[in-house]
């Protein structure tokens, strides 16, 4: 009912989306190469729109080419009528994703300097992805924790690029370093909404 109000007056409807998605396999490290590299570009953009959308696209592609190890997954947000608000929602979706999952590295578990290091591979990666958009996009607002209808999602997220529909775009994904390991029980402990699929 608000919603009908709010169109007829002529408001701006804006929609906070997050998506969660965890890959489990021995052959996911290329996907965690991309978000590296993603991350590193979105820092050098300094904010602009056009190349962090570029971004999300080639993070979508290479998740959509890697639906195989799609394990679990989970979404949220809310639609809100003031830019204020839909912002404030941002802020605080980009705390809690930075929150999830701490990356730093133990070097107190090496003991000795000679000792070689190795780097495990992981075979979890959990990709967050959180947007803001003006109008309406069904495919996202609907349960994701499926993969057909993930597959939509990951594909409205990219039509939303080139519709220049996007008001803001994060990604954040765990392990964010090279030689972390994200077990099966910190999966549980920081991402207890993920659903398997």
């Not at 709010?6 to 989306?17: A, H």
Request: proline share 5%; with cysteine.
């Amino acid at each position: 009912m608000r919603d009908t109000f709010n169109r007829m007056i002529g408001k701006t409807r804006y929609v906070v989306f997050r998506l969660f998605l965890h890959l489990s396999g021995s052959d996911i490290a290329p996907v965690l190469g991309v978000l590296n590299r993603a991350g590193r570009e979105a820092i050098d953009s300094d904010g602009d729109m056009q190349v962090l959308g570029e971004i999300l696209v080639e993070i979508c592609q290479t998740l959509l080419q890697y639906d195989e190890y799609w394990f679990s997954a989970a979404n949220e947000g809310d639609v809100f009528w003031s830019e204020g608000e839909a912002g404030d929602y941002v802020n605080e979706l980009f705390t809690d994703s930075a929150q999830r999952y701490l990356s730093e590295p133990d070097y107190s578990s090496y003991s000795g300097s000679h000792e070689p290091l190795t780097l495990p591979a992981t075979r979890n990666v959990v990709v967050m992805i959180t947007v803001a958009y003006e109008g309406e996009v069904p495919d996202l607002e609907t349960n994701l924790a499926s993969i057909a209808p993930l597959q939509e999602g990951l594909k409205a997220l990219i039509n939303l690029h080139y519709k220049y529909k996007l008001k803001a775009i994060q990604v954040h994904f765990s392990p964010a370093r090279l030689g972390d390991e994200l077990t099966n029980d910190q999966l549980l402990q920081y991402y207890p909404e993920l659903i398997p699929l």
